[in-house]
Structures are given as structure tokens and as C-alpha cells.
């Protein structure tokens, strides 16, 4: 294991980060208090349906050496940040190692979601006051970690943090076995061009019964300009009119 990712994962407490000549590894997972999680326990469905989207990216993604991956939304509201969080649940539950980043500056929540500090995050790595290794900060997930976006201060610095966000995930790509960015809605002022490019894959969320098919396409067209390798689509709250029970047997 790398001395980088050997410090990433040592037990973090919240405090700015302070060098050490000789960083200890991280201690096991059981030895580590990890931070409670605010996010709604994903139902054993939910999970399973994300195991067979898993497997379809696993499909798409071929024989990549690394599994970088996009979530964005067509428009605001679709809820991309939620499906990003329980897809990395979901693989941090079957034991795959996973860095979920928050890359959205206009309404950050993975910190919120996950149980961890604020800060430091993605804004104060790109202001130069802290350093890769202390923006990552234990979820509690054993096999999951979170960067939060860390404090914005202004319009200028979200958008260097969404210009920066190709070469933060191309820095941890080699570090964990995936590598999620959850980043702000094509089209919007900080959607980041450089985190879909430089992605294995982009992944669009959707809001079932909301978003209709020409602003879908509209937005398929824009990340394939960009260079992003679309793997897909999710429909986030899609209704089920028929009980399940039925749907079972058809």
C-alpha cells in the first residue's frame, strides 16, 4: 500500500492538518472511532438494485485499470448527490475501497450526509492550506472515505474548485478501488467539464417523472462534447404503481 494512502487513512479528528516527519499507518478499522451517519439506512432493495447498476458499469468500464466516476444531473433537483451516496454505500458494503468526493459547490452535502467535518475540503486544497492527505476524512463505512467540498468563499473559488476537480480525482484514482465525484448539474455555471473528461465514466441522474427526454438528450450531447464516456443513466424516485409483490411475478 502506498505511504500516501497509508496516511489517508489514518484516524482524522477534524483539526487543520499539522505535518509529520514520519506519518504512523492507519490503525484497523475496529480501532478507529468513526463518525455517526446522518444518512437514512439504504433498505436491502435499494442496495440491490444498485449491486445490478454496479454490475452494468463493471460491463461498460471493460478492463480500465481505474474506476473514476462521475454523477451529475441533467438539472438541478435530480438528486445525483443521494444516488452517489448510496451507490458508494453500496460498494463500501461489499468491500471495495471508495473515496467519494463532493464536488459540488452550490449545495454540498455529502458532509452532511456522511457524518463528517466541513472542512477541510476541496476549497482549501485548491487555496493551497491544505494538502491531499487532510481533506479526506473517515465516513462510517469501514472501506469509505469523504472529501468535503470544505469552505467556499466566494464565486471565483467554486469555479477553480470545479476546474480543479479533474487533476483532484486523477490524484487518488491509483489509491482506491473507486473513485466517486459527485458534481453539479450539466449545464450549470459550476459543472465540471474537467471531472467529466477526465472520468472513466459518467454516470446521469434523473428525476423519474420530472425530466423529460429532450433536456435528458440535450445533456447526454453536452457530456460526449465534453469527452465524458457516458456508462448510463439511473431514474432517482422512480414510482412502482403495481405492489411489488406483483411486479415479483411478471
Known sequence: MSK???AMRK?????????????EPRPEARDVERPRLTLPATSPDVLAYYEAVGKQIEVSLGATSTRVLTFTGAVGGEGSSTVVAQYAEMLS??????LLVDGNPRHPSQHQLFGVPDSPGLAEWVSGTADPVSVVHLSGFPNLDVVPLGRCADRSEAERISESLGEFQAEFAASYDYVLVDADFVGSPFSSGAAIHGSDGVVLVLRAGRTNRQIASRALDTVRQIGGNVLGVILNRREFPIPDFIYRHL
Open 11 to 23: 484516524q482524522q479528528d477534524g483539526d487543520a492538518w499539522r505535518p509529520e516527519p514520519t506519518p
Open 93 to 98: 458494503r461489499r468491500g471495495e475501497r471508495v
Open 4 to 6: 500516501i494512502r497509508d
